[in-house]
T-cell receptor, first 111, second 112 residues
Framework: GQQLNQSPQSMFIQEGEDVSMNCTSS?????WLWYKQEPGEGPVLLIA?????ELTSNGRLTAQFGITRKDSFLNISASIPSDVGIYFC???????????FGQGTRLTINP | DSGVTQTPKHLITATGQRVTLRCSPR?????VYWYQQSLDQGLQFLIQ???????AKGNILERFSAQQFPDLHSELNLSSLELGDSALYFC???????????FGQGTRLTVV
């Protein structure tokens, strides 16, 4: 079953606004990854996090690995039209091999 | 370009048939993952191989099977296809297990 809860499921914002989304779990994760998927394409890796408390930026994107190792958030500052897409979090459960994915956050931007 | 190659890009087949999807991982990557994405759904983990051996299994149906060959490419076999198997199938690869995984463009399977 689904082990990651990603929210919100969808967001409708104005161009220039900041965006925040997060993933939570009742389980401890060793790794958190954030991906973006555009229609008809494969997910593209945005940010990878490996340590609790780690804060990493990639341009206008910032992501953090929660201190409890059970959550992560992704922020996008000053959104632009090309930020439109579905954002997925993914994590590796402690002791497990596989990566599990959240259900995604669909981001729509009004110009 | 992620460096992960999936073929074919599109596949249309009839119910009851069998198909094979192919994935070539990035150069140097030993781990291959397969995911299924149905319309407007998330990514459902199917199976993972590392250096030719199965490492983790998700909600993969018994009608589905996969393998990773000595040259590290992988194939996902789907048999006795049903309408509900229509989906995007993604392959991803990483250097080690559950580290940064890079996705291919996917194979869109349509069962009619």
């Amino acid at each position: 079953g689904q082990q990651l809860n990603q929210s919100p499921q969808s967001m409708f914002i104005q161009e220039g606004e900041d965006v925040s989304m997060n993933c939570t779990s009742s389980s401890i994760f060793n790794t958190w990854l954030w991906y973006k998927q555009e229609p008809g394409e494969g997910p593209v890796l945005l940010i990878a996090l490996y340590k609790a408390g780690e804060l990493t930026s990639n341009g206008r994107l910032t992501a953090q690995f929660g201190i409890t190792r059970k959550d992560s958030f992704l922020n996008i500052s000053a959104s632009i039209p090309s930020d439109v897409g579905i954002y997925f979090c993914a994590g590796q459960l402690g002791g497990a091999q596989k990566l599990v994915f959240g259900q995604g956050t669909r981001l729509t931007i009004n110009p | 370009d992620s460096g992960v190659t999936q073929t074919p890009k599109h596949l249309i087949t009839a119910t009851g048939q069998r198909v094979t999807l192919r994935c070539s991982p990035r150069s140097g990557d030993l781990s291959v993952y397969w995911y299924q994405q149905s319309l407007d759904q998330g990514l459902q983990f199917l199976i993972q191989y590392y250096n030719g051996e199965e490492r983790a299994k998700g909600n993969i149906l018994e009608r589905f099977s996969a393998q990773q060959f000595p040259d590290l490419h992988s194939e996902l076999n789907l048999s006795s296809l049903e309408l509900g198997d229509s989906a995007l199938y993604f392959c991803a690869s990483s250097v080690e297990t559950a580290t940064e995984a890079f996705f291919g463009q996917g194979t869109r399977l349509t069962v009619v």
